[in-house]
T-cell receptor, first 116, second 112 residues
Framework: KAGVTQTPRYLIKTRGQQVTLSCSPI?????VSWYQQTPGQGLQFLFE???????NKGNFPGRFSGRQFSNSRSEMNVSTLELGDSALYLC???????????????FGPGTRLTVT | DQQVKQNSPSLSVQEGRISILNCDYT??????FLWYKKYPAEGPTFLIS?????DKNEDGRFTVFLNKSAKHLSLHIVPSQPGDSAVYFC???????????FGQGTRLTINP
């Protein structure tokens, strides 16, 4: 099976702009989670989607949003970009819903977003 | 509020010796723990996990130990190999919770 793919791999935006990142999960996986990785902060959970519905959300402002399509592909949107949004954004997929983290998540390579 | 902490940002170990990576947590509701390995320009890769009903889990060169009373877990890699050089993240989840909580990561460097 092909792994989790994310596009684009690299992105440069300016403050105030908005950005959309895309994630294609492993075939057959219905759950997609998004994480933000910044130096010193590790991976911070953004949100999780299952069957086109957001199931859980982390502690991020409303500028961060997402959606999932019927084919399980997911997009993440950040509006009114700030310098602090510069980070690696990782998408992970798993077969079932993310309940108690019991099964393995498979991560994509990430999208490196730089806000200038 | 950092519920999962990896207090060593970096660790350097000689090839062939044992690497020990540590992780502490504060949330007593966590009952499942995982270790991920990350190379530059790649996403994290699952390594090994442990449930709170166990205190040790082995998979080849990798062993994870869990000390629930101390809220501490460690990953042992024996023997260490140059390909083990990467950033290692520990993560935890609670029963019924719907997210993984990650530590900040430890960069492991294996020296020839």
């Amino acid at each position: 099976k092909a792994g989790v793919t994310q596009t684009p791999r690299y992105l440069i935006k300016t403050r105030g702009q908005q950005v959309t990142l895309s994630c294609s999960p492993i075939s057959g996986h219905r759950s997609v989670s998004w994480y933000q990785q910044t130096p010193g902060q590790g991976l911070q959970f953004l949100f999780e989607y299952f069957s086109e519905t957001q199931r859980n959300k982390g502690n991020f402002p409303g500028r961060f949003s997402g959606r999932q399509f019927s084919n399980s592909r997911s997009e993440m949107n950040v509006s009114t970009l700030e310098l602090g949004d510069s980070a690696l954004y990782l998408c992970a997929s798993r077969e079932g819903q993310l309940t108690s983290g019991r099964s393995e998540q498979y991560f994509g390579p990430g999208t490196r977003l730089t806000v200038t | 509020d950092q519920q999962v902490k990896q207090n060593s940002p970096s660790l350097s170990v000689q090839e062939g010796r044992i690497s020990i990576l540590n992780c502490d947590y504060t949330n007593s509701m966590f009952d499942y723990f995982l270790w991920y390995k990350k190379y530059p320009a790649e996403g994290p890769t699952f390594l090994i996990s442990i449930s709170s009903i166990k205190d040790k889990n082995e998979d080849g060169r990798f062993t994870v130990f869990l000390n629930k009373s101390a809220k501490h877990l460690s990953l042992h890699i024996v023997p260490s190999q140059p390909g083990d050089s990467a950033v290692y993240f520990c993560a935890a989840s609670a029963q019924g919770a719907q997210k993984l909580v990650f530590g900040q990561g430890t960069r492991l460097t294996i020296n020839p």
